[in-house]
Every structure is written in structure tokens, then in C-alpha cells.
């Protein structure tokens, strides 16, 4: 059982509010993910990161930001949210180690609805 | 660009019907290849995986899917399905050697019990 964590699992928040979308996990892995899940679509990667002090941004275009100081947290930032950020945002990772590298493992996720 | 297809949006079975759910994905390379599951109100967790060796994957809750290159296939089969299978499967690639995975749209399968 893999151990992810994301909180807030929902909010509701005005637009230009600036929010914080937590995610933690106690496995120690290394590589971390945000997704964006829209219903009927498919998951699209909005940034990753290697480790510690290692973030890119990923394929889908985003206003968000993420940071990496610490290897178990991988926080994601909306400066100034909107309508179209109202999604749900799902936070995964992946161990390092021949055979389970490449599986990813996910949170809860956060539905976000911006008002 | 490299994508992954899942043919059944949804999906509804009777209890004992069995289940066979498509997926193909467009890339040339070496690619990994995984099924997951999001039941109600729980988050997506890990069904079956395949790396290499034996096309053949068993997973959990008696789930399997074959691998076939030749078609890019990977699609998901269980022969008995129960009421407690309810749930959207997705299928995701992850291009060898890089962080991409990329995932399908889901299919939301309903078992009538």
C-alpha cells in the first residue's frame, strides 16, 4: 500500500486567490508528479521532478508552480486562481529500483472549484 | 505525437459476463505498459503492469492483459466480472527510460449485479 497524501481533497475558492495544493509521501521516493484530470479525459502531466531541487514543467501548458525542497513534499501553487483551474489535481510517484521504478503511485487527489 | 486509445467510454456488464477492455497507443519505441483502476471515492492504484518477458500479465483480483507488439495493443481482460469491478480503468504508457506517461481517456465499467 503506497502512501500519498494530498489535502485539501476539495476546495472552493474565489478567483485572484492565491492557493497551495499539498502532496506528501513517506515512501521516499524520488521522482514526483502533478497531473490534471478533467472528466472523460485523460490524465495530463503539468510537472514532474527528479528530486530534491529538481522541477520541470510537464506537457500541458500550466499556470501553476511547484517546488521540491524536501524529498517527501512536492507542493503545487496557483498565484492567482480562476475558473479555468476548476479540475481535479492528482499527485503521484515512483520508487527508484530495478522492477518498481517505473509504477506510479497515487494520491487522493484535490478537486478544485474556482469560483 | 504519442497517445494511448481506450475504445469503450463505458462499459456495462451483468455479474459473470466477461470483460475485455481495449487499449492501443501510437510510439515506436520501447515502451511500459499499465492498466489502473479508480474505484468509487478511492484513487487510482495499480492493476497490472508489463516491462518485458511474457506478454502474458496476471494482475489483481484476476485481471490479466496481453501485450501485442505488432498491434500496440494492451488490452485487459477478466473473465468472470463481479458487481465490485464497478470502476473506470485507464490505460498508461510510459515511454521507456523517461518520465513521460501518458495516459488514456478511461473507461467507467458498471456491473449489475
Known amino acids: 500500500e503506497a502512501d500519498i497524501y494530498q489535502t485539501p481533497r476539495y476546495l472552493v475558492i474565489g478567483t485572484g486567490k492565491k492557493i497551495t495544493l499539498e502532496c506528501s509521501q513517506t515512501m521516499g521516493h524520488d521522482k514526483m508528479y502533478w497531473y490534471q484530470q478533467d472528466p472523460g479525459m485523460e490524465l495530463h502531466l503539468i510537472h514532474y521532478s527528479y528530486g530534491v531541487n529538481s522541477t520541470e514543467k510537464g506537457d500541458l501548458s500550466s499556470e501553476s508552480t511547484v517546488s521540491r525542497i524536501r524529498t517527501e513534499h512536492f507542493p503545487l501553487t496557483l498565484e492567482s486562481a480562476r475558473p479555468s483551474h476548476t479540475s481535479q489535481y492528482l499527485c503521484?510517484?515512483?520508487?527508484?529500483?530495478?522492477?518498481?521504478?517505473?509504477?506510479?503511485?497515487f494520491g487522493p487527489g484535490t478537486r478544485l472549484l474556482v469560483l | 505525437a504519442q497517445s494511448v486509445s481506450q475504445h469503450n467510454h463505458h462499459v456495462i456488464l451483468s455479474e459473470a459476463a466477461s470483460l475485455e477492455l481495449g487499449c492501443n497507443y501510437s510510439y515506436g519505441g520501447t515502451v511500459n505498459l499499465f492498466w489502473y483502476v479508480q474505484y468509487p471515492g478511492q484513487h487510482l492504484q495499480l492493476l497490472l503492469k508489463?516491462?518485458?518477458?511474457?506478454?502474458l500479465v496476471k494482475g489483481i483480483k484476476g485481471f490479466e492483459a496481453e501485450f501485442i507488439k505488432s498491434k500496440f495493443s494492451f488490452n485487459l481482460r477478466k473473465p468472470s466480472v463481479q458487481w465490485s469491478d464497478t470502476a473506470e480503468y485507464f490505460c498508461a504508457v510510459n515511454l521507456s527510460g523517461t518520465y513521460k506517461y501518458i495516459f488514456g481517456t478511461g473507461t467507467r465499467l458498471k456491473v449489475l449485479a
Open positions: 508489463y516491462f518485458s518477458g511474457d506478454p
Open positions: 503521484a510517484s515512483t520508487p527508484e529500483g530495478s522492477g518498481r521504478e517505473e509504477t506510479q503511485y
